[in-house]
Protein backbone atom coordinates (compact mmCIF):
# COMPACT_ATOMS: atom_id res chain seq x y z
CA UNK A 1 0.00 0.00 0.00
CA UNK A 2 1.11 3.47 -0.76
CA UNK A 3 0.54 6.40 0.93
CA UNK A 4 -0.31 9.04 -1.81
CA UNK A 5 0.14 12.80 -1.69
CA UNK A 6 -3.60 13.34 -2.13
CA UNK A 7 -6.29 11.34 0.02
CA UNK A 8 -9.28 9.37 -1.12
CA UNK A 9 -11.36 12.08 -2.66
CA UNK A 10 -14.56 9.54 -2.37
CA UNK A 11 -13.64 8.04 0.91
CA UNK A 12 -10.86 10.23 2.76
CA UNK A 13 -8.67 7.04 3.00
CA UNK A 14 -5.05 7.50 2.73
CA UNK A 15 -4.56 3.80 1.47
CA UNK A 16 -3.60 3.36 -2.20
CA UNK A 17 -1.99 1.14 -4.97
CA UNK A 18 -0.49 2.36 -7.73
CA UNK A 19 -2.92 1.70 -11.12
CA UNK A 20 -0.89 3.46 -13.80
CA UNK A 21 0.80 6.90 -15.11
CA UNK A 22 -0.69 8.53 -18.33
CA UNK A 23 0.79 11.48 -19.78
CA UNK A 24 2.87 11.80 -16.43
CA UNK A 25 0.29 11.87 -14.26
CA UNK A 26 -0.28 9.20 -11.68
CA UNK A 27 -3.49 7.21 -10.89
CA UNK A 28 -3.76 5.01 -8.03
CA UNK A 29 -6.97 3.10 -6.42
CA UNK A 30 -8.00 3.64 -3.41
CA UNK A 31 -7.68 0.84 -0.79
CA UNK A 32 -10.45 1.08 0.94
CA UNK A 33 -13.26 1.87 -1.88
CA UNK A 34 -11.45 1.28 -5.11
CA UNK A 35 -12.01 4.75 -6.70
CA UNK A 36 -9.35 5.28 -9.20
CA UNK A 37 -8.00 8.99 -8.64
CA UNK A 38 -4.78 11.58 -9.98
CA UNK A 39 -2.14 12.11 -7.38
CA UNK A 40 -1.06 14.47 -6.49
CA UNK A 41 -2.86 16.96 -8.25
CA UNK A 42 -2.08 19.50 -10.73
CA UNK A 43 -1.46 22.63 -10.37
CA UNK A 44 -4.54 24.60 -10.30
CA UNK A 45 -3.16 26.77 -13.04
CA UNK A 46 -2.86 23.33 -14.97
CA UNK A 47 -6.37 22.64 -14.25
CA UNK A 48 -8.16 26.05 -15.14
CA UNK A 49 -6.04 26.29 -18.33
CA UNK A 50 -7.94 23.20 -19.41
CA UNK A 51 -11.41 24.44 -19.17
CA UNK A 52 -11.29 28.42 -20.50
CA UNK A 53 -9.53 26.84 -24.19
CA UNK A 54 -11.76 27.80 -26.51
CA UNK A 55 -11.62 24.20 -27.75
CA UNK A 56 -13.15 22.64 -24.97
CA UNK A 57 -16.18 21.59 -26.29
CA UNK A 58 -14.89 21.01 -29.29
CA UNK A 59 -14.88 17.14 -28.84
CA UNK A 60 -19.03 17.14 -28.27
CA UNK A 61 -19.63 18.76 -31.94
CA UNK A 62 -21.13 15.36 -34.11
CA UNK A 63 -22.66 14.34 -30.90
CA UNK A 64 -25.32 16.93 -30.36
CA UNK A 65 -28.52 14.97 -31.38
CA UNK A 66 -27.41 12.27 -28.57
CA UNK A 67 -26.72 14.69 -25.83
CA UNK A 68 -30.21 16.73 -26.72
CA UNK A 69 -32.24 13.81 -26.53
CA UNK A 70 -30.02 12.26 -22.89
CA UNK A 71 -30.81 16.04 -22.12
CA UNK A 72 -34.56 15.91 -22.32
CA UNK A 73 -34.50 12.40 -20.36
CA UNK A 74 -32.63 13.67 -17.64
CA UNK A 75 -35.21 16.43 -17.69
CA UNK A 76 -38.08 15.12 -17.47
CA UNK A 77 -36.88 12.69 -14.59
CA UNK A 78 -35.81 15.93 -12.32
CA UNK A 79 -39.08 17.45 -13.66
CA UNK A 80 -40.60 13.94 -12.31
CA UNK A 81 -39.22 14.61 -9.08
CA UNK A 82 -41.61 17.79 -8.15
CA UNK A 83 -38.36 20.37 -8.73
CA UNK A 84 -39.26 23.67 -10.25
CA UNK A 85 -36.22 25.75 -10.06
CA UNK A 86 -32.72 24.12 -11.14
CA UNK A 87 -28.96 25.59 -11.00
CA UNK A 88 -27.10 23.68 -13.54
CA UNK A 89 -22.97 23.77 -12.51
CA UNK A 90 -21.00 23.24 -15.75
CA UNK A 91 -24.09 24.12 -18.14
CA UNK A 92 -21.85 24.26 -21.16
CA UNK A 93 -23.37 24.71 -24.50
CA UNK A 94 -26.55 24.23 -22.80
CA UNK A 95 -28.29 21.03 -24.09
CA UNK A 96 -29.81 20.81 -20.54
CA UNK A 97 -30.97 24.19 -19.98
CA UNK A 98 -33.11 24.02 -23.42
CA UNK A 99 -34.71 20.84 -22.66
CA UNK A 100 -35.49 21.86 -18.73
CA UNK A 101 -36.89 24.96 -19.93
CA UNK A 102 -38.86 23.48 -22.61
CA UNK A 103 -40.36 21.48 -19.82
CA UNK A 104 -41.69 24.49 -18.05
CA UNK A 105 -38.68 24.59 -15.67
CA UNK A 106 -37.00 27.36 -14.27
CA UNK A 107 -33.15 26.76 -14.90
CA UNK A 108 -29.78 29.21 -14.69
CA UNK A 109 -26.43 27.51 -15.06
CA UNK A 110 -22.95 28.44 -14.09
CA UNK A 111 -20.16 28.07 -16.93
CA UNK A 112 -17.08 29.87 -16.71
CA UNK A 113 -15.78 28.66 -20.57
CA UNK A 114 -16.54 30.47 -23.95
CA UNK A 115 -18.84 27.10 -24.49
CA UNK A 116 -21.51 29.13 -22.84
CA UNK A 117 -21.93 31.63 -25.43
CA UNK A 118 -24.42 29.74 -27.36
CA UNK A 119 -26.70 29.30 -24.68
CA UNK A 120 -26.25 33.25 -23.53
CA UNK A 121 -27.38 34.07 -26.79
CA UNK A 122 -30.63 31.47 -26.38
CA UNK A 123 -31.98 33.67 -23.29
CA UNK A 124 -30.45 31.55 -20.28
CA UNK A 125 -29.10 33.38 -17.43
CA UNK A 126 -25.20 32.02 -16.68
CA UNK A 127 -23.42 32.63 -14.23
CA UNK A 128 -19.51 33.16 -14.81
CA UNK A 129 -18.16 31.64 -12.05
CA UNK A 130 -16.66 28.37 -10.62
CA UNK A 131 -18.84 26.86 -8.08
CA UNK A 132 -16.79 27.41 -5.26
CA UNK A 133 -17.24 31.58 -6.24
CA UNK A 134 -20.97 31.38 -6.77
CA UNK A 135 -22.34 33.37 -4.21
CA UNK A 136 -26.68 32.24 -4.67
CA UNK A 137 -29.20 32.09 -1.86
CA UNK A 138 -30.40 28.35 -1.01
CA UNK A 139 -32.89 28.78 -3.54
CA UNK A 140 -33.42 25.58 -5.45
CA UNK A 141 -34.86 22.10 -5.73
CA UNK A 142 -32.66 20.73 -7.95
CA UNK A 143 -28.53 21.28 -8.73
CA UNK A 144 -27.71 19.29 -11.88
CA UNK A 145 -23.75 18.59 -12.32
CA UNK A 146 -23.66 16.51 -15.57
CA UNK A 147 -19.60 14.93 -16.37
CA UNK A 148 -18.51 17.52 -13.80
CA UNK A 149 -17.43 15.95 -10.25
CA UNK A 150 -14.60 13.99 -12.06
CA UNK A 151 -12.90 17.23 -12.88
CA UNK A 152 -12.66 19.13 -9.40
CA UNK A 153 -9.66 18.60 -7.19
CA UNK A 154 -12.13 18.68 -4.41
CA UNK A 155 -15.39 16.67 -5.12
CA UNK A 156 -16.35 16.70 -1.68
CA UNK A 157 -16.14 20.35 -0.41
CA UNK A 158 -17.67 20.37 -4.16
CA UNK A 159 -20.96 18.50 -2.65
CA UNK A 160 -20.98 20.20 0.22
CA UNK A 161 -21.31 23.78 -1.46
CA UNK A 162 -24.26 22.15 -4.11
CA UNK A 163 -26.07 20.72 -0.51
CA UNK A 164 -25.77 24.69 0.29
CA UNK A 165 -27.65 26.06 -2.54
CA UNK A 166 -30.39 23.56 -2.12
CA UNK A 167 -33.75 24.34 -0.67
CA UNK A 168 -34.96 21.98 2.56
CA UNK A 169 -35.89 18.75 0.47
CA UNK A 170 -34.14 19.37 -3.03
CA UNK A 171 -32.03 17.01 -4.98
CA UNK A 172 -29.30 16.39 -6.55
CA UNK A 173 -29.06 15.00 -10.51
CA UNK A 174 -25.20 13.94 -11.64
CA UNK A 175 -23.39 11.70 -13.93
CA UNK A 176 -19.89 10.61 -13.40
CA UNK A 177 -17.77 7.91 -15.22
CA UNK A 178 -17.25 4.70 -13.03
CA UNK A 179 -14.08 2.74 -12.49
CA UNK A 180 -16.11 -0.38 -11.56
CA UNK A 181 -17.98 -0.86 -15.06
CA UNK A 182 -17.00 -3.21 -17.59
CA UNK A 183 -14.58 -1.46 -19.77
CA UNK A 184 -13.02 0.56 -17.07
CA UNK A 185 -11.84 -2.83 -16.09
CA UNK A 186 -11.07 -4.52 -19.23
CA UNK A 187 -9.37 -1.36 -20.50
CA UNK A 188 -6.86 0.01 -17.75
CA UNK A 189 -4.90 2.75 -18.96
CA UNK A 190 -6.98 2.78 -22.16
CA UNK A 191 -10.28 3.45 -20.83
CA UNK A 192 -11.87 6.51 -22.61
CA UNK A 193 -12.49 8.14 -19.50
CA UNK A 194 -8.64 7.83 -18.20
CA UNK A 195 -8.21 11.85 -19.42
CA UNK A 196 -5.75 13.54 -16.71
CA UNK A 197 -5.79 16.58 -16.41
CA UNK A 198 -9.44 16.79 -17.77
CA UNK A 199 -10.28 13.78 -15.13
CA UNK A 200 -8.97 13.69 -11.79
CA UNK A 201 -11.19 10.91 -10.06
CA UNK A 202 -13.00 7.80 -11.17
CA UNK A 203 -15.61 6.97 -8.71
CA UNK A 204 -16.11 3.35 -7.56
CA UNK A 205 -19.82 2.45 -6.84
CA UNK A 206 -18.85 2.14 -3.73
CA UNK A 207 -16.62 5.33 -3.35
CA UNK A 208 -19.38 7.56 -4.66
CA UNK A 209 -22.25 6.16 -2.35
CA UNK A 210 -19.94 7.10 0.36
CA UNK A 211 -19.11 10.65 -0.94
CA UNK A 212 -22.90 11.20 -1.40
CA UNK A 213 -23.77 9.98 1.85
CA UNK A 214 -21.26 11.92 3.93
CA UNK A 215 -22.01 15.34 1.90
CA UNK A 216 -25.69 14.81 2.82
CA UNK A 217 -27.52 13.10 0.10
CA UNK A 218 -29.85 9.93 -0.06
CA UNK A 219 -29.60 8.22 -3.95
CA UNK A 220 -33.16 7.61 -5.15
CA UNK A 221 -32.37 6.59 -9.03
CA UNK A 222 -29.01 5.05 -9.31
CA UNK A 223 -28.11 3.88 -12.95
CA UNK A 224 -25.05 2.95 -15.30
CA UNK A 225 -24.81 4.34 -19.27
CA UNK A 226 -22.57 4.13 -22.24
CA UNK A 227 -23.74 6.74 -24.50
CA UNK A 228 -22.18 4.23 -26.80
CA UNK A 229 -23.37 3.89 -30.76
CA UNK A 230 -22.71 1.61 -33.13
CA UNK A 231 -20.89 4.46 -34.52
CA UNK A 232 -18.68 5.03 -31.39
CA UNK A 233 -18.11 1.91 -30.74
CA UNK A 234 -16.75 1.01 -34.47
CA UNK A 235 -14.44 4.28 -33.39
CA UNK A 236 -13.70 2.98 -30.96
CA UNK A 237 -12.72 -0.67 -31.50
CA UNK A 238 -10.80 0.79 -34.64
CA UNK A 239 -8.70 3.37 -32.44
CA UNK A 240 -8.06 1.08 -29.57
CA UNK A 241 -7.84 -2.43 -30.98
CA UNK A 242 -7.76 -3.21 -34.62
CA UNK A 243 -6.15 -0.15 -36.73
CA UNK A 244 -7.43 2.00 -39.56
CA UNK A 245 -6.75 -0.23 -42.60
CA UNK A 246 -10.17 -0.75 -44.71
CA UNK A 247 -10.07 -5.01 -43.39
CA UNK A 248 -9.89 -3.67 -39.52
CA UNK A 249 -12.81 -1.07 -40.41
CA UNK A 250 -14.99 -3.89 -41.42
CA UNK A 251 -14.51 -6.03 -39.10
CA UNK A 252 -15.18 -2.99 -36.62
CA UNK A 253 -18.42 -2.32 -37.87
CA UNK A 254 -19.31 -6.16 -37.80
CA UNK A 255 -17.89 -5.98 -34.26
CA UNK A 256 -19.80 -3.14 -33.30
CA UNK A 257 -23.02 -4.18 -35.12
CA UNK A 258 -22.53 -7.43 -32.22
CA UNK A 259 -21.76 -5.20 -29.61
CA UNK A 260 -24.61 -2.71 -29.34
CA UNK A 261 -27.44 -5.02 -28.02
CA UNK A 262 -24.17 -6.22 -25.61
CA UNK A 263 -23.88 -3.02 -24.48
CA UNK A 264 -27.54 -2.51 -23.05
CA UNK A 265 -26.51 -5.50 -20.95
CA UNK A 266 -23.92 -4.20 -19.66
CA UNK A 267 -25.39 -0.60 -18.29
CA UNK A 268 -28.55 -2.71 -16.68
CA UNK A 269 -26.11 -4.71 -15.23
CA UNK A 270 -24.50 -1.34 -13.22
CA UNK A 271 -21.32 -1.97 -15.09
CA UNK A 272 -21.96 1.32 -17.94
CA UNK A 273 -19.47 3.33 -18.46
CA UNK A 274 -20.89 6.17 -16.39
CA UNK A 275 -23.20 6.60 -13.42
CA UNK A 276 -26.65 8.50 -12.91
CA UNK A 277 -27.80 9.28 -9.78
CA UNK A 278 -30.96 11.50 -8.54
CA UNK A 279 -30.18 12.03 -4.67
CA UNK A 280 -32.20 13.25 -2.03
CA UNK A 281 -30.39 16.20 0.33
CA UNK A 282 -31.26 14.75 4.22
ZN1 LIG B 1 -11.66 5.67 -1.16
Do not use: K
Not at 9 to 20: L, V
Amino acid sequence: MLHPARSCPACGSHDARPAFVVAGFEHVRCGECDTLFVTPLPSAATIEAHYLAEDYHASAIGQEARMRAEADVRAAIVRDLGCRDILEIGSGPGHFLDAARALGMRIEGAERSPSARGARERGHTIHEAWLQELELEPRFDAVAMWEVLEHLPEPRAALERVRGLLRPGGHLALSTPSSSGLLARLMGARFVMVEPPAHLELFSRRGLERLLTATGFSPLRWTTFSGLRRENLRRGLQRYVLGGSRPAARVAGALAWAAEPAMRVVDRAGLGISFEVYAAAR
